[in-house]
């Protein structure tokens, strides 16, 4: 999004968000991804007032993305560059320690994803089913053919989203996302710099989670949950919830990053260098 985005930004102006969310399909290795994720995102969410008023000013967009993504892919392309960025976390977050100022912003533009992927799921589980929500995270090309179980079957599907042999225990990128969002909750190593993107990782996995909670019937049967039940979450499940637990019990500080003082900005203190 660019800049610093806060209550009083006019963010119905926002150039990135427009691209996004428009009907021009965007490569995962286009330079514009670096950014629409340079941001800081001054939104108090203990604010009801204020994380509302942000939500609402955030419909159109989001409204956009969901019909104009089946054709662009461009949330497909988003989900491509996070998971592409997954890979690189426990590197990035070593060499921050090493005092490799680069890492820093890897780190926040990683935080920044989680947030977009965060408020983008939250609007498509208030109203897709699960199985149309699903779809949305496979390519333009491969949703045609998805199924509520495996959204990105067929040939045509495994061509493009099977590019690696390790890629073929997922069902589908849905379940791959989830999956990362599992490992960099129980790998990266949780410090000052890593706070933001625990926190994002699970607020992200509750909200892929919740959409059973906008359903009007009773829903016997959920294909999110299934992937911790019998999927390749599963595999990863004790382990998740023994970090989930340690995580609470050592870091029982309250995280509120917008009362915290954290000296300047990441770019104007590389620039200063």
Known sequence: MGGVVSSET???????????????SIVDIDPFWNNLLSFNLKIDDYDTVQARAFDESLND????????????GNFAAFIRVFLRRSTELKTSEQYEKWGVYFSKIFLWQTANALIILRYICKFLTQRMTEAEFVKVFASSSSAASST?????????AETEENDTDSESQYCNTAEKLLDILINILSDLPVSENTMAIH???????ITMLSSQLYNEAVVNS???FSYF?????????????????????IHNAEYHPLKKDDGGSIVLGIASM
Do not use: H, W
């Open 10 to 24: 006019a963010i119905a102006e926002n150039v990135p968000l427009k691209r996004f969310t428009g009907t021009e």
């Open 61 to 72: 967009f989001l409204q956009s993305l969901m019909y104009n993504t089946q054709s662009s």
């Open 148 to 156: 509520a179980e495996c959204s990105d079957d067929g040939q045509e």
């Open 199 to 205: 926190v994002e990782a699970v607020k992200c996995v």
């Open 222 to 224: 959920s294909v999110i």
């Open 229 to 249: 039940i019998s999927g390749a979450c599963s595999k990863q499940a004790a382990v998740f919830t023994k970090t989930l637990l340690r995580n609470y019990l």
